[in-house]
């Protein structure tokens, strides 16, 4: 990877009391990137997040855009702007408060954009947050974010709830109407299918270590999935996989791509497969 | 505009209709007293009278004292919303979920937190305000048409109370400012059982140590309290009138007692704004 880095994290430790929620986090993610932070729910995605923001204290060292993160400072968020749980957005304000709030104490704010995004949205700005549908909601805080002209953009879970095709439609909009070469995207989700299609690099969180961290296409091609009939599992089983599937009369796993197993059909694994591979248990 | 007002203006949205309804119950009792004084007007037996008070008082001290005493429900009413709007100022976010979207804002918490102090505080000044200029405006009416309206001393019984209970609502509301950086919920009333039990406990250890280490809900009612009552027979006249008010300006606004309130005040600012600063949010 290239470039100069968007977000560092050297030695990154967090504790819950006793819990360890992130365990010796070493990252550097470069710029211009859209990166996925995948893991199961509890994996730390969330803690690294608050973490990288300053919202969280911990142990270690933060570098945004070449500054250090100690602790929470408003300056942090002129570069970067964090979508949470869209149920985050201030219920109280209408919808013509909250673009009117955000404007404001926001100077990299782009009146016309944050204009034609309301004009093609079906936003009543007379409507209260709280009255307004996840999907709806969902709109607003991407015209906030879209409007906002920052290098970097942190999703935590923003699709969390929604259905199928705002899920689309919001990645949708974060491609065709934020993301340029200059901008850094991290998504942190555990729907791994959701993503697949729009991320360049990959991140899995397990536990709260970092397992990998890679780009998608050196992955994929690292990796294959090996289907075999089902009488010649011992095969695929002499390859340790970590987990081995069966469909219809054959089974199937992530094996390295270097590897050759007679008869097997081979094929380019998706990153679902990857993920279980790697982390194992259920991507949901 | 810039990002104080932007703030102010927000915090205003958000607690307008709680900060609206003193002047909704005043509003209502005026209503109520206009409905028994029609109905008494209309079955004949209204009849107001101001000249029967035990020793004839003057006009200037009848413009005086009622004006005064008009403010007492509104000033009651006004430190209940007080301690409504402030108990929450800290914490209300975090209950209302929206915590992070205001905190991923590029704005000072400094100022985020004066906002929040401002709206809860001053914004119940302005209300206890409008009123007081109402209740003049009312009074002036009514005191004409039964005695003699002496606007300087009505006006100076208005403002002489305004300034009392806007006075008690800056400790008041600074106090339950203070713990609504520290609790999430029914601040106010949880610090306030922290107060007491640490009260009842120091009286405790002073019986038994025969101590006399300081108590801070005694200490805390003395720095609330303004004035000490004064006989109503003592200024009955104009002359020991104008002494009252002169004495009355120096018990709620010229002594230290207001400097040290006002300083208290601005502590507890500083100490829930740092609590809030500091505090992790998960």
């Not at chain 1, 909250?98 to 926001?106: C, E, H, K, Q, R």
């Not at chain 1, 290098?151 to 689309?168: A, M, N, Q, S, W």
């Not at chain 1, 987990?243 to 992530?254: D, E, F, R, S, W």
């Not at chain 2, 020991?240 to 601005?266: C, D, H, P, Y």
Request: hydrophobic share 45%.
């Amino acid at each position: 990877m290239t470039g100069k880095s968007a977000i560092k994290t050297k030695n990154l430790n967090k504790y819950y009391g006793k819990l360890k929620a992130l365990d010796n986090i070493n990252l550097e993610i470069p710029q211009g990137r859209i990166i996925g932070l995948l893991g199961k729910n509890g994996a730390g995605k969330s803690t690294l997040m608050r973490c990288i923001l300053g919202f969280l204290k911990h142990e270690g060292e933060i570098e945004i855009l070449g500054k250090q993160i100690k602790r929470h400072k408003e300056s942090t968020h002129q570069d970067i702007a964090f979508i949470p749980d869209v149920n985050s957005l201030d219920d109280r304000l209408t919808v013509r408060q909250t673009i009117d709030y955000v404007s404001a104490l926001n100077i990299s704010w782009n009146h016309e954009k944050a204009h034609t995004l309301l004009a093609a949205s079906d936003l009543d700005p007379k409507q209260k947050v709280g009255n307004l549908s996840k999907g709806m909601k969902t709109k607003l805080y991407l015209l906030i974010t879209l409007s906002l002209d920052v290098k970097i953009l942190l999703l935590d879970e923003p699709t969390l709830g929604l259905d199928i095709v705002f899920r689309k439609e919001f990645f949708n909009m974060i491609l065709g109407e934020y993301y340029d070469e200059t901008k850094t995207i991290i998504i942190s989700t555990h729907q791994v299918e959701e993503v697949e299609q729009i991320l360049q690099d990959i991140i899995f969180i397990d536990k709260g270590k970092i397992i990998l961290q890679e780009e998608i296409e050196k992955l994929k091609a690292k990796y294959s999935i090996y289907t075999v009939p089902a009488e010649k599992r011992a095969k695929l089983e002499e390859h340790k996989p970590r987990i081995i599937n069966k469909t219809l009369g054959q089974t199937n796993a992530v094996l390295k791509s270097d590897i050759s197993i007679e008869s097997a059909q081979v094929v380019r694994p998706t990153l679902s497969d990857l993920f279980l591979e790697m982390v194992g248990g259920s991507s949901e | 505009m810039n990002k104080f007002t932007a703030l102010l203006r927000k915090d205003i949205q958000i607690s307008k209709n709680q900060l609206m309804i003193p002047l909704w119950i005043v509003a209502g009792f005026y209503l109520v007293i206009l409905l028994i004084s029609a109905i008494s007007y209309f079955t004949g037996s209204f009849n107001l009278n101001l000249g029967n008070i035990q020793g004839s008082p003057s006009s200037d001290f009848l413009n005086y004292i009622l004006n005064m005493a008009l403010m007492g429900l509104p000033g009651m009413i006004s430190l209940i919303f007080i301690i409504i709007l402030t108990q929450s100022a800290l914490n209300e976010n975090i209950r209302n979920h929206s915590e992070l979207f205001h905190r991923s804002q590029p704005v000072s918490i400094w100022y985020q937190s004066a906002s929040k102090y401002l709206v809860g505080i001053a914004g119940n000044w302005v209300i206890l305000s409008l009123i007081a200029l109402f209740n003049f405006i009312v009074f002036a009416f009514i005191i004409a048409s039964v005695d003699r309206f002496v606007i300087s001393m009505a006006f100076l019984g208005t403002i002489q109370s305004l300034i009392s209970f806007m006075k008690i609502g800056l400790i008041v509301g600074s106090l339950s400012f203070f713990v609504s950086a520290v609790f999430k919920d029914k601040a106010f009333l949880q610090g306030l059982a922290i107060i007491v039990g640490i009260q009842f406990l120091l009286i405790i250890i002073n019986v038994i140590m025969q101590w006399h280490l300081p108590l801070p809900l005694s200490y805390l009612i003395k720095l609330i309290n303004n004035s000490t009552p004064v006989g109503m027979k003592t200024i009955l006249t104009n002359e020991s009138l104008n002494i009252f008010i002169k004495e009355t300006w120096m018990r709620i606004l010229f002594n230290w007692k207001t400097l040290i309130q006002i300083a208290v005040s601005g502590l507890l600012f500083v100490v829930a704004t740092i609590i809030y600063k500091n505090r992790e949010i998960k």
